[in-house]
C-alpha cells in the first residue's frame, strides 16, 4: 500500500518571507528607537531642563540649548512647505490633467531624475547660484540664509509631492470628469472642483511625505544656511543665518567625546527628529487608510 504525502503548498514560503521582510521592518524601526532613547535620554540627566531648553548652543562652554536649532528647522521646513505645495501640486496637475502626452514622457522622467539627485548636488547649485542671487536681489550681508535653505529644501520637496499626487490624481475615475464637463463646468472648473476634491487624500499624503523630506534633509541645508544657532523671533529671520537639528548632528557628531553631555545631548535632538518624522509618516498613513476605506465603502 502506498502512503500519500501531504502536498506542500509552494506559496507558503513565499508567504513566510513576505511576513517577515514585514516585521523585520518594524524591528529595525523599534531598534532604532530604542538606540536613540539609550544613548539621548541621559541629557535629561547631564543637562539640567532648563538649560537643555534654552536659547544658546555653544557646546565648547557647555550651552545646550536647543531651542535655536528646532526654530530653525522649523523655520526652513515651513518655508520649503511654501515652495513646495504650489510648485508640486501645479506640476502634479499639469502632468496629469493638463499637458499632452509628449510633453508628460518628457516630465515625468525629469520629476524622476530629480529625486535621485543627491542632496549635496543641489547643496552646490545652492552655493554657486542662490547663495550669490538672493545676496545681490535682497542687498543682503550675505546669502547664507533661512530663505535660500527654504528655497532648496522645497526644490528637494517636490519630486516627492509630484510622484504621490499625481498618482492619486490619476486614480480619479475618468467619469467624474465627464460628468462635470457635461453640465458646463470648464477644464479648470473640472480640476479645482472636482478632480482635486476627489483626489484630496492623495494630494494630502503627497504634501506631508513631502514636509517629512525635507524636515530630515541634511546636506543641502548645512551647505546654504549659514549654520549660526540663532533663535528665530520674527519674519525677518527668514533672511538672516540660522542652524538646524539635522545640520548640528551632521557637523558635530563626528568630532564629540563618546558619552559626554555633548554627545548625549545630540542624540536627543535625534529622538526629537525621529518622534517629527514618525508622526508626519503615521499620518500621512492615516489619512491614506481613511481614504481607502471611504473609497471601499463607496465601491460597495
Known sequence: MRLKLPSVNRETPINLLIKAAGYSSILMVLL????????????LVDVPLKDLFSTRWYPIEDYFGILPLVGGS????????????????????????????????????????????????????GILVAVPFLRRFLNLPTGLTALTGSIMLGL????????????????????????????GATPWQTIWGVTLPAARSGVLTAIMLGVGRALGETMAVMMVTGNAPVLPTSLQSIIMPIRTMTATVASEMGEVAQGS????????????????????????????????KRSERLLS
Do not use: C
Open 261 to 292: 553631555a555633548h554627545y548625549h545631548v545630540l542624540f536627543f535632538i535625534g529622538i526629537i527628529l525621529f518622534v517629527l518624522s514618525l508622526g508626519i509618516n503615521i499620518a500621512a498613513s492615516s489619512v491614506s487608510m481613511k481614504s481607502r
Open 74 to 125: 522649523i523655520l526652513v521646513t515651513l518655508g520649503a512647505t511654501l515652495v513646495a505645495i504650489p510648485l508640486g501640486i501645479g506640476t502634479a496637475v499639469y502632468i496629469s490633467e493638463v499637458a499632452p502626452a509628449w510633453i508628460k514622457e518628457i516630465l515625468k522622467p525629469m520629476v524622476e531624475i530629480l529625486a535621485g539627485l543627491p542632496s549635496v548636488v543641489l547643496g552646490f547649485l
Open 156 to 183: 528637494i520637496a517636490v519630486p516627492t509631492i509630484v510622484s504621490i499626487a499625481e498618482d492619486a490624481l490619476n486614480t480619479v475615475p475618468q467619469s467624474y470628469r465627464q460628468a462635470a464637463l457635461a453640465v
Open 32 to 43: 532604532i528607537f530604542l538606540f536613540l532613547m539609550r544613548e539621548g535620554l541621559p541629557a
